[in-house]
């Protein structure tokens, strides 16, 4: 079974900045990708970075220039560092990861972590 447990939310002001980290139980070699979603109250969870296996990363335009994802194989995780944050960066953060084959894939998530950016 697949754990992911994320760290490092919190309440920071407007400009400032958070790092995210998600552990996996697992070597993150085995997943296809590992990524961060967030979901703000009212709102569907949408996607915000993905590093792959390869170390190819993709962000959503609303974070490019602002997040980093990095992965860290030693230890089996995967980091978000989030600079410059503005109030709309406020949501629930999940990490993701993800298992594909030819025709199917997998995905597992975290609990979430909660980032709060005040004005």
């Known amino acids: 079974q697949v754990q992911l447990v994320e760290s490092g939310g919190g309440l920071v002001q407007a400009g400032g900045s958070l790092r995210l980290s998600c552990a996996a139980s697992?070597?993150?070699?085995?997943?296809?990708?590992m990524g961060w979603y967030r979901q703000a109250p009212g709102k569907q969870r949408e996607f915000v970075a993905t590093?792959?296996?390869?170390?190819?990363?993709n962000y959503a335009d609303s974070v490019k220039g602002r997040f980093t994802i990095t992965g860290d194989n030693a230890k089996n995780t995967v980091y978000l560092q989030m600079d410059s944050l503005k109030p709309e960066d406020t949501a629930v953060y999940y990490c993701?990861?993800?298992?594909?084959?030819?025709?199917?894939?997998?995905?597992?998530w975290g609990q979430g972590t909660q980032v709060t950016v005040s004005s």
């Open positions: 697992g070597s993150i070699f085995s997943f296809s990708t």
């Open positions: 993701n990861a993800k298992r594909a084959w030819a025709v199917s894939s997998i995905n597992y």
């Open positions: 590093v792959t296996s390869g170390s190819s990363t």
